[in-house]
């Protein structure tokens, strides 16, 4: 089983989408269910409608999961977990306030040593634990042997017993810490493997702790990725901006990573991909984005390409295309079609010459080639050089420069009385 944990607090990232992308895709290749875990036990951070938008985008992304579980549903057992460690002694209650806990830390950083805890609280006497009225948070004791955690990207990382200390599952109103509630949830859930970012590796140690003392004996398999570095995006804005799903994907899959090609999909990917690839520094680059989103839109069939600019229709979908060149999201190509059939926008200088070449266009039969078109317009409107050139153009796409009028012409020539009027 794997997981993919997201809280509903804002936004999902690209880093995040990218946990989710190499999740999936582990877990089609083991033949393991993939479960999504709202991380939602943080009330006052929820933001309303945002665990929805996670599934959603998770959905777009074709990123299939068998159930969805919320955190906050879970907290029972996170409490029953906290009162058995109590039971077998594994975990004490501490009473030490804020302003004490605050003026060791500060001791530590003076002196230029770590902060640990220093178990003031650990052997406390029944009798002065039982009459004492003071808040009181619960901490695990501290383990007593090396924790080994193999890694598939960092390799096997070891802790020592004196580079931890007896750390708070339970906070002084009684709610479960993150690292409690995650060893737990992934124990309950018999996860296999646990992709996440690097950034929580120092959790790493700390749940394997929590699992050991609860007695579960199963291993858990990690791979913490490279943060990707430069623009954190969000998922929502990049498609917002008219980077297709497939393109993003795909860009995500290749950065940080060795593949056997530049431009793929999610389901080629599933044939040869691997975490033991995942060794280097991933960074995020737009312009590379967008080369592979243009890559992504060529290969789309023409009728596909024209939804993306307001149509479904061929030949406006191999109009689109001829664009591509310019354009390499689909906000950007529709920002290209969309004006030719807008209301047109004429210079000055050139109102008389386009309103007679329009008078021509009109009037004039159906051409199936564009040289037959061009010396008809010309003669009738008896226009010509680059006033002849600069009108057709702003009559036909609206612009006065772009793809070469004749590609322009094959797929424009069925709408040319529409366009023109």
């Given amino acids: ?3 993919f944990a997201s809280s509903p607090t804002g936004d999902m990232h690209i880093g995040n989408l990218r946990e989710a992308l190499f999740c999936h895709l582990v877990a089609q290749q083991n033949k393991e269910d993939l479960i999504i875990r709202i991380e939602d036990t943080d009330k006052e951070k929820n933001i309303k409608g945002k665990d929805q938008e996670i599934l959603d985008i998770l959905g777009l992304f074709g990123i299939d999961y068998s159930q969805v579980i919320y955190q906050s549903e879970s907290v029972r057992f996170h409490s029953a977990m906290a009162l058995q460690l109590m039971h077998e002694k594994k975990a004490f209650s501490c009473f030490c306030s804020n302003d004490w806990l605050d003026k060791k830390k500060e001791e530590s950083k003076v002196a230029k040593t770590p902060y640990l805890y220093d178990d003031a609280c650990r052997n406390l006497p029944a009798e002065l634990v039982i009459d004492n009225t003071s808040p009181f948070s619960i901490r695990i004791v501290r383990p007593d042997t090396t924790i080994t955690i193999h890694d598939k990207i960092q390799g096997d990382m070891s802790y020592e017993p004196d580079t931890m200390d007896s750390f708070i599952i339970l906070n002084q109103s009684k709610i ?13 859930n018999n996860i296999s493997i646990v992709i996440r970012d690097q950034d929580h590796i120092s ?3 700390k749940q394997e702790h929590i699992r050991e003392s609860l007695s579960y004996d199963k291993k858990v ?6 943060t990707i570095s430069g623009d954190d995006f969000s998922v929502k804005h990049l498609l917002e901006e008219g980077f297709l799903p497939q393109a993003i994907s795909n860009y995500l899959i ?8 530049e431009i793929f999909t999610v389901e080629e990917a599933r044939e040869w991909f691997t975490l033991d690839t995942l060794s280097s520094p991933a960074r995020f680059d737009i312009d590379k984005l967008r080369h592979i989103n243009a890559e992504h839109l060529k290969a789309l069939d023409p009728k596909e390409l024209s939804r993306y600019v307001g149509f479904a229709d061929i030949e406006i979908g191999e109009l689109a295309r001829i664009y591509l060149d310019e354009a390499r999201t689909t906000k950007e190509l529709k920002a290209k079609i ?3 059939f807008s209301e047109r926008v004429i210079p000055e200088a050139l109102t008389e010459s386009v309103a007679t070449m329009k008078a021509v266009i009109i009037a004039a039969p159906y051409f199936d080639k564009y040289d037959d078109f061009k010396k008809y317009v010309m003669k009738e409107s008896a226009l010509e050089g680059e006033n002849f050139l600069i009108s057709l153009r702003l009559l036909l796409t609206n612009a006065q420069n772009g793809p070469e009028i004749t590609e322009i012409y094959k797929y424009l020539k069925n709408y040319i009385g529409e366009i023109v009027k």
Wanted: hydrophobic content about 40%; glycine content about 2%; overall charge negative.
């Fill in 176 to 188: 479960p810490t993150y690292d409690f509630v995650c060893a737990v949830d992934d124990m309950l």
């Fill in 338 to 340: 969309a004006p030719i």
């Fill in 254 to 261: 290749l950065i940080g990573n060795k593949t056997p090609q």
């Fill in 221 to 226: 398999e990690y791979a913490h990725l490279a």
């Fill in 1 to 3: 089983m794997l997981r």
């Fill in 203 to 205: 959790s790493t140690p």
